[in-house]
């Protein structure tokens, strides 16, 4: 069994920077590819970054390439998400993951974080 503890949420401006961490514990925690996907109201959960165990593969979905950067601390087992230049639009309560890389959605979770929220203000 694998918990996932999400942190660093909150409100921000648009056009600011937040980054949100998340945690893994359980036994077999770091052998899990770990990332984050995102859902906002009105709208499916969609997937956001990845990387795999071994940070040799990394995702990012087209919307936030270029604001959004993904990375792991092993030693920590411990998952980033580096938001810049953030938009009203990257509003959403953020889901961190674990499980299998896969290349269409960053992780095919297996577990799932409670979320944290994001919110950005125009």
């Known amino acids: 069994q694998v918990q996932l503890a999400e942190s660093g949420g909150g409100l921000a401006q648009a056009g600011g920077s937040l980054r949100l961490a998340c945690a893994a514990s359980?036994?077999?925690?770091?052998?899990?590819?770990m990332g984050w996907f995102r859902h906002a109201p009105g709208m499916e959960r969609v997937p956001v970054g990845a990387?795999?165990?071994?940070?040799?593969?990394?995702y990012i979905a087209d919307s936030v390439k270029d604001r959004f950067t993904v990375s792991r601390d092993n030693d920590k087992n411990t998952v980033y998400l580096q938001m810049n230049n953030l938009k009203p639009e990257d509003t959403a309560v953020y889901y961190c993951a674990a499980g299998a890389f896969d290349l269409r959605l960053g992780v095919r979770p297996t577990y799932w974080g409670q979320g944290t929220q994001v919110t950005v203000s125009s």
């Open positions: 990387v795999n165990w071994r940070r040799s593969q990394t």
């Open positions: 359980g036994r077999t925690a770091s052998s899990y590819a």
